[in-house]
């Protein structure tokens, strides 16, 4: 099934689907997101699946096997996709999952812990009662602050995700 034109049986407009997959990847380029990732990203996120094979990807976007593997390499390196192999086929599909999101602020939650780890040295090398340790424990108290709102606002997602959508 090519994800462009077809969905559940009825046909898709490919137009309409190219300027959403070009749209979102720019919000997601403007947020940050390189630009290959971002298209990979959102040609997965709008395919009725969640998944396509690295020919489909490159077919739809327009982009080289190899341009197609770095945006995936660095897609699954963030959590927000994942490789899974065609049962009986050397082919794999890239799969974007619904909890995606939830992944992606989880990893990130880890790089938090190590900036902690690197603050904390940071105020006991410069001092506490320097301006620039001062500085240091401000940034400190706000990272530990944002962890304890992720993983707060992260229960109340799993909640609200159950309720609104029930269990996957």
């Known amino acids: 099934m090519n994800p462009m034109t077809e969905s559940a049986g009825n046909a898709r407009d490919a137009e309409a689907v190219s300027r959403f997959v070009e749209s979102f990847a720019a919000q997601l380029v403007e947020a940050g997101l390189a630009r290959m990732p971002a298209r990979v990203f959102a040609a997965l996120l709008s395919s009725d ?8 990807l490159g077919e739809q976007l327009r982009i080289s096997p190899a ?6 390499r660095y897609l699954a390196q963030q959590h927000m996709v994942s490789r899974e192999r065609e049962p009986g086929s050397r082919r794999e599909r890239y799969r974007v999952h619904g909890n995606q999101w939830y992944e992606a602020l989880t990893n ?4 938090i812990k190590r900036w902690e780890g690197a603050l904390r040295e940071g105020v006991t090398s410069l001092g506490a009662d320097t301006p620039a340790g001062r500085r240091l424990a401000e940034t400190l108290a706000f990272f530990e602050f944002v962890e304890t709102e992720i993983v707060a606002m992260m229960e109340r997602w799993r909640v609200h995700r159950e ?6």
């Open 163 to 168: 309720k609104t959508f029930g269990q996957e």
């Open 49 to 56: 699946e969640g998944s396509m094979t690295s020919a489909e």
């Open 108 to 111: 990130r939650e880890a790089v």
């Open 67 to 72: 341009a197609v593997s770095g945006a995936v």
